[in-house]
């Protein structure tokens, strides 16, 4: 699945960074330099980002400018990071979040 | 805290279209200006704003959103304003103190006078469904494709017929999507007319006294239904139409980002037309506390056009305030500016707005 939107009547055609894997649950997704995750999983087809933790409802993008904090993942093993203004990096693990997510480490 | 802390003159604190405007300005005057903005690049939503601008051309209209941005950066570099970038401002305190946080380190800065233009976010819409993956702001969706070049959906329903619904519906149908329908609960459309003619060119229909009754879906939007609805708005029975689609954006209105002048203490003020609890301000856009001013959506949602002149007007009075410019050279910018000021707000929806503007600097 490909979302993204390559030509455009009024802005021509994306721009993108340089091309990087990172990781969905395990599984290798292709991404661009420079782009935050919500939208690498997005063009993914990716909509389910977390489950709430008391009635484990999904929840996606919504504001997609780092107000609402409903796009919030796991991401190489700290929970709670909005992903709509998180850029991706090389290698990047992230988790679709259950609840308020669990730390690996000890803090 | 005061000893430790970083010593300012002018800080703004948003880098949309008024705080731009307002940095600008004051360092036009001669101030020390640092902006500061959370994100990784300064000009707020202009940059997904691909429309020209409407009005008369000193408001720059003609011009696409993005390019304004581009304007106001290269502007505010020449001028040298400090900017800082990827920082939040997390509190503000008395006598001009802020905290901020960057690169995961707290800081604490001291400035003479405070420009708050925080902007504004989308209101939610609840009903059955809503949380769904596959329900999202309409400005959400337009960060999406306009920004990050990717589609959140294909088939859409856009609830609210306002500006910022009909131009995002046309832009998604530029980023290659499909708008199913617009639908807007009020017996008219909300937005410019010209707007909606130009996308219903495009074969998409605006239903008015129409409204959304749920999404539905597993995991993410699969159905949307809508229905016709009565002069109370309550729904027709009967008249509901379920919609295979998997987007649903919401845009129906916005609520000014005030939390800094809460906590800074500004006294308020209730506007139903200007989107919520607005700090009071006079026509210098300076609020109750007398050190800190406020320009853009923050003091009531209006549009980037009025926000750039808010901005220009903050930047004029703190400067004016500090002593950079004389009484006389002050009250004849802003006279400028507050007439242009007045012409944008003019029309069915302006007229509203300069008004409710005038209630404010009369309590003030």
């Given amino acids: 699945m490909n979302e993204r939107v390559e030509n455009h009547p009024i802005l021509g055609k994306a721009k993108h960074g340089k091309e990087l894997t990172i990781y969905f649950n395990g599984n290798p997704i292709s991404a661009y330099e420079g782009e935050p995750i919500a939208a690498s999983l997005a063009a993914a087809g990716i909509k389910v980002f977390r489950y709430t933790s008391k009635n484990k409802e999904p929840r996606g993008i919504f504001c997609a400018i780092g107000q609402c904090t409903d796009c919030v993942m796991t991401v190489n093993g700290v929970p709670n990071v909005r992903t709509c203004v998180t850029l991706v990096k090389p290698g990047m693990r992230i988790e679709t979040q259950k609840g308020l997510g669990k730390w690996k480490k000890k803090v | ?364």
């Fill in chain 2, 1 to 364: 805290m005061e000893k430790e802390s970083i010593k300012k003159e002018v800080v703004v604190v948003g880098g949309g279209p008024a705080g731009l405007s307002g940095a600008i300005e004051a360092a036009k005057a001669g101030a020390r200006v640092t902006l500061i903005d959370e994100n990784d690049r300064a000009g707020g939503q202009l940059f997904k704003q691909i429309h020209r601008f409407f009005g008369s051309s000193e408001h720059k209209a003609g011009i696409r959103g993005y390019d304004i941005g581009k304007q106001l950066l290269q502007e505010a570099k020449d001028l040298d304003v400090e900017v800082m970038l990827n920082t939040v401002v997390w509190g503000i305190f008395k006598n001009g103190l802020l905290g901020i946080k960057r690169e995961n380190k707290t800081e604490i800065l001291v400035a003479k006078r405070i420009l708050i233009a925080t902007g504004a976010s989308e209101n939610p819409l609840s009903f059955p469904g809503w949380t769904l993956p596959g329900v999202m702001g309409a400005g959400a969706a337009q960060t999406m494709i306009n920004l990050h070049r990717v589609l959140p959906g294909r088939k859409i329903v856009m609830v609210g017929s306002g500006n910022v619904g009909l131009i995002v519906s046309y832009q998604l149908l530029q980023a290659g999507a499909e708008v199913l329908v617009i639908v807007e609960v009020l017996p008219r459309i909300g937005g410019y007319l010209v707007h909606a003619a130009k996308i219903r060119r495009m074969g998409v229909p605006v239903l008015t006294s129409h409204t959304i009754l749920k999404a539905e879906g597993k995991n993410e939007v699969e159905k949307v239904v809508i229905a016709k609805v009565d002069k109370k708005f309550k729904p027709i029975k009967g008249s509901e139409k379920k919609l295979k689609a998997d987007l649903v954006c919401l845009a129906v209105g916005l609520e000014p980002l005030a939390e800094l002048c809460w906590m800074a203490g500004c006294r308020f003020f209730y506007s139903r037309i200007l989107g919520g609890f607005v700090p009071l301000h006079n026509k210098n856009m300076q609020t109750s506390i007398p050190h800190l001013y406020v320009a853009g959506d923050v003091s009531g949602v209006e549009e980037a056009s009025t926000a750039m002149e808010e901005g220009k007007l903050a930047g004029i009075a703190m400067t004016e305030s500090l002593g950079y410019i004389s009484h006389q050279e002050a009250k004849k910018k802003k006279n400028v500016i507050q007439e242009r000021l007045l012409a944008l707000r003019q029309g069915p929806f302006g007229e509203e707005r300069n008004q409710e503007k005038e209630k404010i600097y009369e309590i003030f």
